[in-house]
């Protein structure tokens, strides 16, 4: 009786050591969806992922050395200079800043914003300037839900990537120098709002986008400076409840003033829909 207590034991031992080998494995550099949480509906997020400026690793006309060091957040065109996001968002009356924190080798930095008055998030992710083929990946799986991740905040779940309302893709179009043979067809049948201030990116995200069935709110159909004042007024807008065109046009008038280019050019320039 004894003998047959231990073998049933040991085959409960065998069974559940099978169910945590396969719990624990993963696709390393591969989408995945986060274990179910509840998330607080009641805020609702835009996520920002930031290729920084980098002369070395991407194929840009390069800027000065301080500020296109892809590897250096805080001094970055993107990110830690006047108009980067991080600056920006930070002086901005309209946001306060929660928490910024290093992340890893490829995530340098992350902040976490909040905005005054409106139930909403704004994360901004700094990907190192080596890594921008990721960020553009991580960009489409998350527009597409295949990526989906969630942050706890002031004891709040919020959700990032694919949870997020809205996502958007600031930096160089890296489509222009490289392809992406992945697919990313939505999976979810959640349609996502999408805002890509990069380089023609009207031209170069199209048929990624399409497949993810994500809203293109902002995108561009030339050459463009990247930089926050545009992401900020157009989320302005739609914070506000406002339609594709309102956006779009936020977005026109804010680059319009900075760039010092006629509202006609710039509304040329960034366009809203397929």
């Given at each position: 009786m004894q003998k047959s207590y231990e073998k049933i034991f040991l085959y409960l031992i065998v069974l559940i050591s099978i169910s945590l080998n396969a719990n624990c494995q993963n696709n390393s550099g591969q989408a995945t969806n986060k274990s179910p949480v509840k998330l607080n509906t009641e805020y609702k997020v835009v996520h920002v992922l930031v290729a920084l400026c980098d002369n070395k690793y991407q194929g840009i006309v390069p800027v000065p050395a301080a500020i296109g060091n892809g590897q250096d957040p805080k001094n970055n065109l993107y990110w830690g200079c006047s108009n980067g996001i991080y600056t920006y968002f930070k002086k901005s009356k309209e946001w306060t800043l929660v928490k910024s924190q290093k992340l890893n080798s490829i995530k340098l930095e992350r902040a976490i914003f909040k905005h005054v008055s409106k139930n909403y998030y704004l994360v901004a992710d700094a990907y190192d300037g080596k890594y921008i083929k990721q960020t553009t990946l991580d960009f489409f799986n998350s527009t597409s839900g295949k990526l989906k991740d969630t942050l706890h905040i002031n004891k709040k779940i919020i959700g990032i990537n694919g949870n997020a309302q809205l996502i958007a893709y600031i930096g160089h179009d890296g489509l222009m120098d490289f392809q992406l043979n992945e697919s990313f067809a939505n999976v979810d049948g959640q349609k996502r709002d999408a805002i890509m201030l990069a380089c023609i990116s009207k031209k170069y995200f199209s048929n990624h986008l399409t497949a993810t069935k994500a809203n293109p709110?902002?995108?561009?159909?030339?050459?463009?400076?990247?930089?926050?004042?545009?992401?900020h007024d157009a989320v302005k807008g739609y914070i506000n409840g406002e339609k594709n065109e309102q956006i779009r046009?936020?977005?026109?008038?804010a680059y319009s003033k900075y760039q010092k280019c006629s509202l006609k050019a710039s509304k040329n320039l960034l366009v809203t829909g397929y």
């Open positions: 709110l902002v995108w561009t159909t030339g050459l463009m400076c990247p930089e926050a004042y545009t992401l046009l936020r977005a026109a008038m």
